[in-house]
């Protein structure tokens, strides 16, 4: 993958090792479909990405207590999850910037954007398949499921005068956080983790999905596409939706590092948490 761009992934310089590996991982992946048509796109697709998705699968993995090469492909199936709906997701919001680049669908079309969309979730089925675990197959579709659920939510709600804080936390629930949440799981699953691991693991990826994305429409607030700027121009003082998102910002990263209490002490515990500093720094 291109990491010409370093400043693009604030990660890269705390875990960048991790980062080098998913990639390299990555692009084994996507050399198995080199004759195909999607290959330069997906790999367009792909460059610059932050890799929080997967990190976050491989340090889940490692805390659990084991790490191997099935984490790696399914941390690719994570990240390809993510790079789908980002793609329709674009679509949808017509964005004309995406990683200081040319969104998918400028550079390749409407059709041929929709069409990727749908040999992304070929991909992510084959990967699934070759884990050969229906549990982790099931949480790849209800993640997939409850994504493309957040996003006809979101789609309604951007013509609602009644939008509230909720309906808000609701749309970053199914829309980042399941992402984040069923990595976390996925992780806790491979890496061998008893059911406490695995449920401590999840609700970790799950608040720290929400704080994460709380941040990035904090860095984000005035673009017209984010619900969180209808909640600012239907308030009377726009400095109490600020208030409230830095209380609720704190509050997830709070929750998630709390679920952490549940897993024994290692390095790769401690990475997770610093991630949620790296949330909270970087509002």
């Not at 992510?124 to 994504?147: C, G, K, V, W």
């Given at each position: 993958m291109d990491r010409k761009n370093f400043e693009i992934n604030p990660l890269i310089k705390d875990y960048r090792n991790y980062i080098d590996k998913i990639d390299l991982v990555l692009k084994h992946e996507l050399e198995l479909y080199s004759s195909s048509e999607f290959f330069e796109p997906l790999q367009y697709a792909l460059e610059g990405g932050k890799r929080i998705r997967p990190l976050i699968l491989i340090l889940s993995s490692e805390s659990a207590g084991n790490c191997d090469k099935n984490s790696y492909v399914a941390a690719c199936a994570v990240e390809l999850l993510h790079t789908e709906s980002v793609i329709h997701d674009d679509i949808i919001d017509n964005e004309i910037l995406r990683r200081r680049k040319d969104p998918f669908?400028?550079?390749?079309?409407?059709?041929?954007?929709?069409?990727?969309?749908?040999?992304?979730?070929?991909?992510?089925?084959?990967?699934?398949?070759?884990?050969?675990?229906?549990?982790?197959?099931?949480?790849?579709?209800?993640?997939?499921?409850?994504?493309?659920?957040?996003?006809?939510?979101?789609?309604?709600?951007?013509?609602?005068?009644?939008?509230?804080?909720?309906?808000?936390?609701?749309?970053?629930?199914?829309?980042?956080?399941?992402?984040?949440?069923a990595a976390s799981k996925i992780g806790a699953i491979l890496g061998s983790g008893n059911e406490e691991q695995i449920l401590a693991l999840a609700e970790y990826g799950k608040n720290m999905g929400i704080a994460y994305q709380?941040?990035?429409?904090?860095?984000?607030?005035?673009?017209?596409?984010?619900?969180?700027?209808?909640?600012?121009?239907?308030?009377?003082?726009?400095?109490?939706?600020?208030?409230?998102?830095?209380?609720?910002?704190?509050?997830?990263?709070?929750?998630?590092?709390?679920?952490?209490?549940?897993?024994?002490?290692?390095?790769?515990?401690?990475?997770?948490?610093?991630?949620v500093d790296l949330t909270m720094l970087s509002a």
């Open positions: 669908h400028i550079k390749y079309g409407y059709n041929t954007s929709i069409i990727t969309g749908d040999f992304v979730l070929g991909l992510i089925l084959n990967i699934s398949s070759r884990l050969d675990n229906p549990r982790i197959a099931r949480e790849l579709a209800n993640t997939a499921m409850m994504m493309s659920d957040g996003e006809m939510i979101e789609t309604r709600l951007e013509t609602s005068e009644d939008i509230t804080f909720d309906d808000y936390l609701k749309v970053i629930e199914y829309k980042t956080a399941t992402a984040f949440e709380i941040r990035d429409d904090l860095q984000d607030w005035n673009n017209e596409d984010k619900l969180f700027n209808i909640l600012i121009k239907k308030s009377s003082d726009p400095r109490v939706v600020f208030d409230h998102m830095d209380m609720l910002l704190n509050n997830y990263s709070k929750k998630a590092k709390t679920a952490l209490r549940k897993i024994n002490d290692s390095a790769s515990r401690m990475q997770l948490e610093s991630l």
